[in-house]
């Protein structure tokens, strides 16, 4: 598995918690892209079974990516609702990364979270280039 493979595989994924509404303020972010115009990253991403040295983990602890609405309320993108299998060979890949790299799971997280931030809004922008030159 590449880089863009795992990148497409948690977009997909995150796509699916949207639309997300702050309980706090009522401000409802319609769209992944949406999310990312409006929020501020909180720290690095965590993958608590990283953290722990389970990289096949039977019953996940889960990933954690913080950000802060716009009221200042904390929101959080888990990894709660992904397929264990998936979220296994997301993990794999990540151990032989982090290895390779020598870097931390934090590290790798926060640089897959970047990567995945970019190709979310080239995406967004790919579309609005398409609806304004119609064919
Ligand atoms: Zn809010």
Redesign the pocket.
Known sequence: MEENDVIEIVKEFIATKFPKE?E????RYDSFADFLHNTFHLGKPMSYDAESGDWQPVEPLGTLSMAT?????T?AISSSGMNVKTLWRLMKWAKTETEERGISPGELLNTLRSRTDESVLRDEATRETERKQPD
């Open positions: 702050c706090c303020c009522g401000r609405c716009s009221c200042g309320t929101l």
